[in-house]
């Protein structure tokens, strides 16, 4: 089978500025954007409308149209009140939440504590059909024992033991709150096929794979939204969402290729954003063969020149990261820089007989496409570890084999990786990554045991901020994790769209308006 | 000829079976021993090592190939596909949405390629020995030696983008509601409900990728079928043909081309068969909602239900159109049809 070389289609892609550039007529959007609505060209789909099935970052957004999560984000990603105006930790294990009391779902009924207890207790604990599996939410809130709902609303969770994310869980992936009565009366199907939600925007048509529309719900409860009629085209391919842009068939155009969006910036009429966000570029190290020795890790970190690849590839919009978190989120540890220094990279691997001459040969993994130049990041990495002596033999891997190996503790020395944290809280950073515990953690050593673990049932807000900045810093200086750069989202839109950017990626057209 | 074309296509089935059964078990086989994981892949934040191992018995992915096998077999043979383990969703539901967008696809594709290459094969021959047929031919070279992804992306930007002629993103224009679901086909479904807006947008949306997808085929006949017409121009009954002062038009169209048919024929059966595994490429560049793409979201997910699925759905449609061509080379060489009678 011929597969697409994604250089080559970038560079297709290049070549399409000239010929777009031979008169597009304007006004066919205008005339759009006149009446409300807007076209955004977006690269994924929904794996189903049961918001609570999947936990996948990609599409949280699309979630978010039509339903509500009980706690949202300020575009700053601080958390702030949605469904839930008011949360209290009344003791270690109970957590208050009120409720709005003027939210109704999209066929109208109100939306209540019982809605709440059943999308995060009562569905969470269904009993697994044979064969099934249990929702998503049933893994992230397996501490909860029981919701209490002694008025409508009103909401106590409680746990079987602390759970202090849990506020960030009331506004991460898929927790969103779903009619109890409309699923009970309808079925899990019909929902399915006709999703009711409380959120900005009611379903009104969904091609699979193709074309999800929307139009503004008039009662939602934040206000209706500005942008009354949204259609969100579903196209996987960058070039292919370059080129909806530049035919004007799409307003918005989201995950472009970095160049491309450069491009399209110098264009009259349109605007590019290339932001770094809270999702991170990461390598995932082990201690397996050229890694056993501290030092051997440290040095292929020193090594690494992050200002010089986000230049390189990313427009210098990526920010450097030292820890395994975002700059600027709780758990990063303020004024803490990871030096890149090829002398001091040398020296380390002086100090256990390597060289140039002499180089120290390790393996290397790296998805190829999975996320924006990733391949290309490897291979940037490969030769800044070959100035120091470090002889890297690269391979492409997908994702699932990464999975695999990970599960099996088969990876090599290191594995470029993403990891996805819209929330931004630590726990979601440093407590998976790091845990040796954890199922997503590579390097797995008694030494970050005691650090993290304790962290996952702390109460005390700062002591627990404190102690993932301390375990994140830690894990740099003792080489158990590479932390590269942060992930760039790029949004390419017609000047006329307001859009408003959020720093953990997502799109919400909601909060968008048209320009007068 | 009815009663020799049923006795074939039975005869086919019952050859079809064999290769399904064996394609089958390759694809299970082949998947399981990928070094990959779509249980580790599908776990979210929260999940331990022991549910881990619980959803690998839940999947039956704990127990040996054959008895996997066996039970994924056993449970097709009574019409179900499974659970996909991405979408959460049953394989036959998502199937059968994307299934009639492909078959739309390829049979629009199938139809401007063989119409394209006969009439540029009857051109070419009717050109011989001059300018025309050297432009024919350099155009099908050019027409071959560039794969039918680039054709694709090729399009977008030139009809797509800067001509703007035509759509080139999923079915449907925005605007156009979809029609009620009738036999999932989009252009058969908007002419039973009498909604011509919407066959007309579901038609030019096809036009591009189905150009794409042509543009493989086209050439290869073109080129055969001139081939066969110039070796069938030099046949004693040809040669007849002309001594009795019959037309050349009724010569080529009456007497040449059904002789010279027959390797085209075996051509488009070959042809067609590949051109349901370039929609995968093409689904994916036009943001079309067939299979192809269903099978891109599947790979990358590593989901193994839907791609066992899909792969054996390819295969029926590959013998599927193997038949077809069968019938039609019977009916067009009555020597197959006088040896199916003895």
Redesign the interface.
């Known amino acids: ?4 070389d994604r250089r080559s ?1 970038m560079k ?1 892609g290049a ?2 500025g000239a ?2 550039a ?1 008169g ?2 304007a006004e066919v959007l205008a005339q ?1 954007a006149a009446r409300g ?1 807007l ?1 955004l ?1 977006f690269p994924a789909d929904v ?2 409308w ?1 918001p609570n ?3 996948l970052a990609a599409v949280q957004s699309l979630y978010k149209l039509v339903f509500d999560q009980p706690l949202t984000q300020n575009p700053d990603v601080s958390i702030k009140p949605a469904l839930v105006t008011k949360w209290t930790l009344e003791n270690p294990t109970t957590l208050a939440l009120d409720l709005r009391s003027d939210v109704v779902f999209h066929d109208g009924t109100p939306m209540t504590s019982a809605d709440f207890r059943f999308s995060f207790f009562e569905r969470a604990k269904l009993p ?1 059909p044979e ?3 249990r929702l ?1 939410t049933g ?2 809130w ?1 501490k909860v024992t029981d919701i209490e709902t002694p008025t409508p609303t009103r909401a106590i969770m409680k746990f079987s033991e602390p759970m202090p994310s849990a506020v960030a869980w009331l506004a991460f ?2 927790s969103f709150v779903v009619p109890k009565a409309y699923v009970e009366r309808v079925g899990l199907a019909e929902f ?1 096929a006709k999703p009711v939600g409380t959120g900005p925007y009611k379903l009104v ?1 969904y ?5 999800i ?1 929307l139009e503004a719900n008039d009662r939602y409860w934040d206000g209706k939204p500005a942008i009354g009629r949204v ?1 969100i ?5 960058p ?2 969402r370059v ?2 842009f ?2 004007r ?1 799409a307003d918005v155009a989201v995950d472009v290729p970095i160049r491309e969006a450069q491009r399209l910036a110098t264009q009259p009429g349109v605007s590019a954003r290339l932001d770094p966000i809270a999702d991170i570029m990461l390598l995932q190290i082990t201690k397996n063969g050229g890694f056993a020795d501290d030092r051997a890790r440290l040095a292929a970190h020193h090594a690494i020149d992050k200002v010089a690849i986000s230049r390189a590839l990313f427009g210098g919009a990526a920010t450097p990261i030292s820890v395994p978190a975002a700059k600027g989120t709780p758990g990063y540890p303020p004024n803490y820089d990871f030096a890149f220094s090829v002398e001091r990279s040398q020296a380390l691997l002086r100090e256990i007989g390597h060289s140039a001459q002499n180089p120290l040969s390790i393996k290397f993994a790296s998805s190829n496409g999975a996320f924006p130049n990733d391949f290309e990041m490897a291979r940037a990495i490969v030769q800044m570890w070959r100035r120091v002596g470090i002889n890297a033999d690269l391979e492409p891997i ?4 990464y ?5 099996a503790g088969t990876l090599p020395e290191a594995t470029l990786f993403s990891w996805g944290n819209a929330v931004g809280d630590p726990e ?1 950073y440093g407590g ?1 990554l790091l845990d040796p515990k954890s ?2 953690s590579a390097f797995k050593t008694d030494e970050m045991a005691p650090r993290i673990q304790p962290l996952l049932t702390e109460t005390d807000e700062a002591k627990r901020i404190q102690g993932y900045r301390d375990a994140h810093q830690f894990a740099a200086e003792r080489g158990f994790t590479i932390p590269l750069l942060q992930t760039v989202k790029t949004i390419v839109h017609r000047n006329e769209v307001a859009v408003t950017k959020y720093d953990n990626g997502w799109i919400l057209p909601h909060t968008w308006s048209f320009k007068a | 000829m009815a009663f020799l074309a049923l006795q074939l296509l039975f005869r086919r089935l019952l050859l079809a079976l064999p290769i399904l059964l064996c394609v089958s078990a390759l694809v299970f086989g082949i998947l399981r021993l990928l070094p990959a994981d779509p249980v580790a892949m599908s776990l979210p934040p929260g999940a331990t090592a022991e549910d881990y191992e619980k959803l690998k018995q839940a999947f039956g992915l704990d127990r040996s190939l054959i008895t996997q096998y066996g039970i994924w077999l056993g449970k097709l043979l009574s019409g179900d596909l499974g659970g996909s383990i991405f979408f959460r969703r049953p394989v036959s539901e998502l199937v059968w949405v994307a299934l009639p967008a492909t078959l739309e696809l390829v049979a629009l594709s199938l139809f401007l390629g063989i119409s394209v290459g006969v009439g540029g094969g009857l051109a070419m021959f009717a050109l011989r020995g001059g300018l025309g047929e050297q432009a024919l031919d350099g155009a099908t070279t050019a027409m071959m030696a560039i794969p039918e992804f680039l054709w694709a992306i090729l399009l977008i930007l030139l009809v797509g983008v800067s001509l703007q002629w035509l759509p080139f993103i999923g079915r449907l224009g925005p605007g156009i509601q979809l029609p009620p679901t009738i036999t999932g086909f989009l252009l058969i479904d908007s002419l039973l409900a009498g909604r011509f807006a919407t066959f007309g947008s579901a038609f030019t949306h096809l036009l591009l990728p189905s150009i794409a997808l042509a543009i493989g085929l086209a050439p290869l006949v073109m080129r055969v079928l001139r081939s066969s017409l110039l070796e069938t121009a030099q046949d004693d009954y040809v040669t007849q043909a002309r001594l009795r002062g019959i037309s050349e038009n009724r010569i080529l169209v009456r007497h040449a081309l059904p002789n010279a048919a027959l390797p085209t024929i075996s051509l488009i059966g070959v042809q067609g068969g590949f051109m349901f595994g370039g929609t995968v490429l093409v689904e994916m560049i036009f943001a079309y909602p067939g299979l192809g793409n269903l099978m891109v979201d599947a790979v990358r997910n590593h989901d193994l239900p839907v791609i066992q699925a899909v792969a054996l759905i390819y295969c029926v449609l590959v013998l599927g159109i193997n038949a077809v061509v069968d019938v039609a080379y019977l009916a067009v060489n009555p020597r197959l049809r006088l040896a199916g009678a003895r």
Do not use: H, K, N, W
């Not at chain 1, 089978?1 to 697409?4: F, L, P």
């Not at chain 1, 997908?398 to 084999?401: A, G, N, P, R, T």
């Open positions: 089978m011929t597969m697409i289609l297709m070549g399409a010929l777009a031979l597009v007529p759009a609505q076209t060209a794996p189903t049961d099935a999947r936990t697994v064969g099934g599996r998503d893994f992230i397996r992936l898929c399915v048509e091609q699979q794979g193709a074309r529309v259609t085209e579903l196209v996987r391919d070039t292919a080129a909806a530049e035919s068939r997908e994702l699932s084999v999975q695999e190996r990970l599960r979601m998976y199922i997503f």
